[in-house]
């Protein structure tokens, strides 16, 4: 499995994969990545530093994801991120949490002493569906509430059972209220949630111009960040 890129063709950066404890909600019924997830400590620590040893700094900014929140990266290997923050004079971090994470939030940015661009997999602005379809454990109402705390939602099209208007919403939201946002094209995987292709071309063709967007990235597959498998 691929676990560090460069990405070169918006907001350049360097990402890194890392392993992390079990997903603290692990519930979502889309989902199935935390099988990456592990309870082996000293396991993780490891890999993670030889990950992280690929980071040069070329771009001052660096992407750390785990299938799950940056609060579930063991104590050590946090430790290591802002070592290599202060090393490689890395001036932007982007970091993934859930929504239950919130008031945490600043906690880290405090601890890692540079900005951190906060990742939010909202899914959708749709209470109903994120909540009662993705089972997504994330309560909020409205999406100034999460831009309280959250910097770039992801959202995902392209289910069974979502509507073009809850896309077309979404897409709305991510634009007015937040300054970056990520769209994920569902893809199927392990879990019983199945992609619906008519949406998918649809979303394709409506929002091809979203690839212009240097503020939007649009992922077709869960690998278009040059990572995972
Ligand atoms: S919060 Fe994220 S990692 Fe955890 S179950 Fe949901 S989608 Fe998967």
Same mark, same amino acid.
């Given at each position: 499995?691929?676990?560090? /890129?460069?990405?070169?063709?918006?907001?350049?950066?360097?990402?890194? &994969?890392?392993?992390?404890?079990?997903?603290?909600?692990?519930?979502? !019924?889309?989902?199935?990545?935390?099988?990456?997830?592990?309870?082996?400590?000293?396991?993780?620590?490891? =890999?993670?530093?030889?990950?992280?040893?690929?980071?040069?700094?070329?771009?001052?900014? &660096?992407?750390?994801?785990?299938?799950?929140?940056?609060?579930?990266?063991?104590?050590?290997?946090?430790?290591?991120?802002?070592?290599?923050?202060?090393?490689? +004079?890395?001036?932007?971090?982007? %970091?993934?949490?859930?929504?239950?994470?919130?008031?945490?939030?600043?906690?880290?940015?405090?601890?890692? $002493?540079?900005?951190? &661009?906060?990742?939010?997999?909202?899914?959708?602005?749709?209470? *109903?569906?994120?909540?009662? #379809?993705?089972?997504?454990?994330?309560?909020?109402? @409205?999406?100034?509430?999460?831009?309280?705390? %959250?910097?770039?939602?992801?959202?995902?099209?392209?289910?069974? $059972?979502?509507?073009?208007?809850? #896309?077309?919403?979404?897409? +709305?939201?991510?634009?007015?209220?937040?300054?970056?946002?990520?769209? /994920?094209?569902? @893809? /199927? /995987?392990?879990?019983?949630?199945?992609?619906?292709?008519?949406?998918?071309?649809?979303?394709?063709? @409506?929002?091809?111009?979203?690839?212009?967007?240097?503020?939007?990235?649009? =992922?077709?597959? *869960? !690998?278009?960040?040059?990572? $995972?498998?």
């Amino acid at each position: 499995m691929e676990r560090y /890129n460069r990405i070169t063709n918006k907001n350049c950066r360097e990402i890194v &994969l890392l392993k992390a404890f079990p997903c603290a909600w692990g519930k979502c !019924t889309f989902c199935d990545y935390t099988e990456d997830n592990s309870k082996d400590e000293r396991a993780m620590i490891a =890999l993670n530093s030889e990950i992280l040893s690929h980071v040069t700094g070329e771009f001052g900014v &660096l992407e750390v994801i785990n299938s799950g929140s940056c609060f579930e990266l063991p104590k050590q290997t946090l430790a290591e991120i802002r070592t290599i923050i202060r090393e490689k +004079q890395i001036q932007l971090l982007y %970091f993934e949490s859930h929504w239950m994470y919130r008031k945490k939030l600043q906690e880290m940015k405090d601890y890692m $002493g540079i900005p951190i &661009l906060f990742k939010i997999g909202v899914e959708s602005f749709d209470y *109903n569906f994120r909540e009662n #379809i993705l089972n997504k454990h994330a309560d909020f109402h @409205t999406p100034q509430e999460v831009a309280e705390y %959250f910097d770039s939602p992801c959202i995902m099209v392209g289910i069974k $059972g979502q509507t073009k208007e809850m #896309i077309a919403q979404d897409i +709305q939201y991510m634009k007015q209220y937040f300054k970056r946002g990520t769209v /994920n094209v569902y @893809t /199927n /995987n392990t879990t019983s949630i199945r992609r619906d292709d008519k949406l998918v071309q649809w979303f394709m063709r @409506t929002y091809a111009y979203l690839e212009k967007d240097p503020m939007v990235e649009v =992922l077709y597959e *869960n !690998t278009d960040f040059g990572v $995972g498998d």
